[in-house]
């Protein structure tokens, strides 16, 4: 599936700054025709004979008489510049109105509205960054955490691009050594060179190996950790949520079944995005707006990174539903005991015994006691080494391109210990090589391209 490489000759434009009030907008331009837009709509403060590449010019835009507003603009020649097109910006004043009128002047001029995502569509069609890069440019947009930023930071300035690149390197050398093996049989290749080649592979393997295992982590830091809060009606759930966003967001009272829809807020914990859902809870119900919300827990339960069980040691219950949901879901399940400020101390005791398997956190709802705790552990996995050094993946496109590749490396490596023909072992070393290109948009379909560009927004 070779890349559609469109590289259209229209000339884009879209307003880049968020929409509302401001103290400035932004509307950018970028394609063949953007120098005869830019001296069509802008009018400069003193005359220009020549206007030069990367300079700031203080004028007006104009349509006819008219002037639109009061503004700043630079024109950038290609290639020297983002999408690798001539491009413009205007610096307009702030203020929907003052910017869209900017934007339907340059139009007017001949440039269309641009597409989600299409100045850096056209950066990365003109081999200014890499599909890596074009997507951590969308991650650092979205990152609203330290922890995000800097991993997208990592991610533009290429450190998973070179990792990437360096394996393409050691597989183009099996390669070509293969290609000897295949061409020139009658050398009798000893059984030592293919032994090399294994080497490389398996070098090559570990090293793909250990960027799939930042996966997590990495999915983690870039989307927040997703907890769900379940447990029987009235243990606490909608409180400790509460609690926990540190505003009344939940209804709480003392009648079971009160949350029937689920409610969704992020804090963020020492850097870390954290994603609470309070939820209906998992228990019978006949009744029907109740079942709708059960049911909905448990596909919150099966998405989730962490599921947050509540229980109340003042409810006299043996845990069974309980221990049963825990078990479902070990690795990902913390129990909260919640209720420690009224609970009798040997019930609160007997309620650690019976969830003895799992991370237990007394804690108070009312008092706010052991919540820090309990967000502590549940911020554990995207605490991890710093990323902007380390090539980490955080896309499932990036998993599964990895996987493919860590097959086709594993399988050429088996071949080797078969003693297979070097035809074969170099089947498997291209089929690992198409999953690199797939994952650097060397090579890559239209429809994923539109996919990932369709995230972005209008304007960037
Ligand atoms: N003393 C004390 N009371 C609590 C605590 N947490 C919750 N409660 C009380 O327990 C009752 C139920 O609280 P909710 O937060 O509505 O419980 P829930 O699990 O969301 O209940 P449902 O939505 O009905 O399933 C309310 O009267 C709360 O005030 C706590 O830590 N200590
Ligand atoms: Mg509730």
Known sequence: MKQTTIITDDTIAAISTPHG???????????????????????????????????LYYGSIVDGTTCIDQVMAAFFKGDKTYTGEDMLEIFTHGGSSVVNAVLQRVLKAGARLADRGEFTRRAFLHGKMDLLQAEAVLDLIKADTDSARRQAMGQITGVLSEFITSIQHKLVQVKTNL????????????????????????????????????????????????????????????????????E?????????GTTRDYIVEAVHYEGIKLVFTDTAGIRHSEEPVEKIGIDMTRTLVEQADTIVLVVDPTAGSLYEEELSLAQAHAGATVVAINKTDIAPADRIEQTKTAFRDFSVFPVSAVTRDGIGALLNTIAGPARAPSPENTPVINRHRHKQALEHIGLALH?????????????????????????????????????????IFSDFCIGK
Do not use: W
Request: zero cysteines; glycine letters at 6%; charged letters at 25%.
């Open 411 to 451: 399988a050429a490596i088996n071949l080797i210990d078969q003693r297979a023909f070097p035809e074969i072992v170099a089947e498997e070393v291209d089929s690992a090589l198409a999953g690199l290109k797939d994952l650097t948009g060397e090579v890559t379909s239209r429809d994923i391209l539109d996919k």
């Open 179 to 246: 290609e000897v093996m295949i061409d020139f049989p009658e050398e009798d290749v000893s059984p030592v060179d293919l032994f090399d080649l294994k080497f490389m592979l398996q070098a090559a393997h570990d090293e793909v190996t250990h960027v799939l295992g930042s996966y997590e982590y990495a999915k983690m830091v870039r989307e927040g950790i997703s907890s769900v809060i379940v447990g029987r009606p009235n243990v606490g759930k909608s409180s400790l949520f509460n609690a926990i966003i540190g």
């Open 21 to 55: 009030e401001g103290a400035l907008g932004i509307v950018r331009v970028s394609g063949k025709k953007t120098h005869r837009v830019f001296q069509e709509v802008f009018s400069p403060a003193k005359p220009v004979k020549r206007y030069q590449s990367h300079r």
């Open 248 to 256: 009344t967001r939940a209804i709480v009272t003392p009648h079971p």
